[in-house]
């Protein structure tokens, strides 16, 4: 290493543990997710304006009106999600793709991630490029169709009022996916298994989901 590398190497896996520790002092206890929150940097997908503050449990606003949402939110969803190593997983709204690299780290055996923001979708593409199992998707998840089926799990990094019906089409049969639900002005963080059946879990802050494709910002 050069001179002071190995101090700053040092500094940066102080913060990534004082990261995942503020998680664990909220209750966070999924071992497998922090693990993968730890060792992914949320510093590396934060806007440059943003990045002292990827580390905080806070949203941060992106392009486009989206919206990074908060680590202990993450944590919860991926929690909920209960991915099991190459699962086949579709993610709804790729934002800058760090929840995308969270599921490769947790080791999905493929990745499909779908982005109405062009411009969202090429720079998280762009970024993620290294990982062979993940593919980044110009699509509106909300429309009728979906580019592919025969999912194990679907993330959904938003709000819906009622999950579509072509979603649960696309799972497996013994799968589920994990979604924010709108219900009596909260936004409920819900597990949906194929049949329709929920589980509804605590009301986290999460951007409304918006049909249509946006090509440009």
């Not at 990827?54 to 392009?63: G, H, Q, T």
């Not at 997983?89 to 690299?101: Q, W």
């Not at 982005?115 to 110009?138: C, I, M, Q, S």
């Amino acid at each position: 290493m050069r001179p002071g590398e190995d101090e700053a190497v040092s500094d940066h896996a102080v913060g990534n543990a004082a990261f995942v520790l503020a998680l664990r002092e909220k209750g966070l206890r999924d071992t497998a997710v922090l693990r993968a929150m730890e060792r992914v940097p949320r510093e590396a997908f934060a806007p440059a304006a943003r990045r002292e503050q990827a580390r905080r449990d806070i949203a941060l606003p992106l392009p486009c009106g989206a919206t990074m949402t908060a680590p202990s939110t993450v944590a919860i969803m991926l929690s909920r999600l209960k991915l099991e190593v190459d699962q086949r997983v579709m993610e709804i709204g790729t934002g800058t793709g760090y929840v995308t690299a969270l599921l490769d780290r947790l080791g999905a055996g493929a990745v499909l991630s779908l982005e109405r923001y062009r411009t969202l979708a090429e720079d998280a593409a762009t970024r993620l490029a290294g990982l062979e199992e993940v593919r980044v998707v110009h699509a509106d998840a909300l429309a009728p169709t979906l580019p592919d089926g025969g999912f194990d799990r679907i993330l959904v990094n938003g709000c819906v009022a009622a999950v579509p019906p072509h979603w649960l089409a696309a799972l497996e049969p013994d799968g589920h996916l994990v979604t924010g639900l709108a219900i009596d002005g909260a936004c409920r963080i819900a597990t949906v298994s194929a049949d329709g059946s929920q589980d509804l879990g605590p009301a986290h802050r999460l951007t409304e989901l918006v049909p249509g494709l946006a090509r440009v910002l």
